[in-house]
């Protein structure tokens, strides 16, 4: 696909926060090893893994979609996957968890080569968009139809 088109990824100040929050997670994990907390520090070391997991996570993988008028391409942990607008559904679902409704994109990107097998299912939310769902949809929708 061309280079002409509309990109959404978790946003750069979400991504950078997330990175400091990790290493002042470090930071405390060895201030508190050094006073004998051995568990307070593990906790902190668990936490700062789990903040540069997310962060290397959202910096790697970004922009997570990008579409122009022939198609989408998803970033995943397994690689890019394109498909032209003919072998892609979109849509809008919201869900109830714990209280709380989220909306999140479903792409269902059919495999042109085999069309006997199911298509992949791939489902973005809000952080990984960098957007709303909804907003997204539109564009993709006007994408399609020009």
Known sequence: MDNLGMTWGPRRSVIVALGLVGI????????YGRDGDRL????LWLGAL????VT???SLLNPRLFANEVGVEVRTMKGVRSA?????EARVTTTRRLGRDTRTLELELADADDVMADPEL???GQ???GAEPDDVLADLN???SS
């Open 56 to 58: 290397a996570y959202g």
């Open 84 to 88: 032209e607008w003919r072998h892609v």
């Open 142 to 144: 006007r994408l399609r």
């Open 122 to 124: 791939v489902v973005l």
């Open 24 to 31: 002042g997670c470090a930071i405390g994990a060895t201030l």
């Open 40 to 43: 307070g520090a593990l906790l």
């Open 50 to 53: 789990v903040f540069v997991a």
């Open 127 to 129: 952080f990984e968009l």
